[in-house]
């Protein structure tokens, strides 16, 4: 269980650091502001959490 815990804890700040990187990058590279991709930002981190735990779980 506590090795569960550690797991999701490190998978949560991967996920919010490229989270934040997604959303820099729709800042400033995609040069229009973020909030109208919001709909799309969520789906990506829907997909992103999904695929990353399944690759979490496969590791161990």
Not at 34 to 48: R, S, V
Request: contains cysteine; positive net charge; charged residues 15%.
């Amino acid at each position: 269980m506590r090795q569960f815990l550690v797991n999701f804890f490190y998978s949560f700040v991967f996920l919010a650091v490229w989270y934040y990187c997604f959303l820099l990058f729709l800042k400033f590279f995609a040069n229009s502001p973020y909030f109208i991709f919001d709909d799309f930002a969520l789906w990506f981190l829907f997909f992103f959490a999904y695929y990353h735990l399944e690759f979490v779980k496969k590791k161990h």
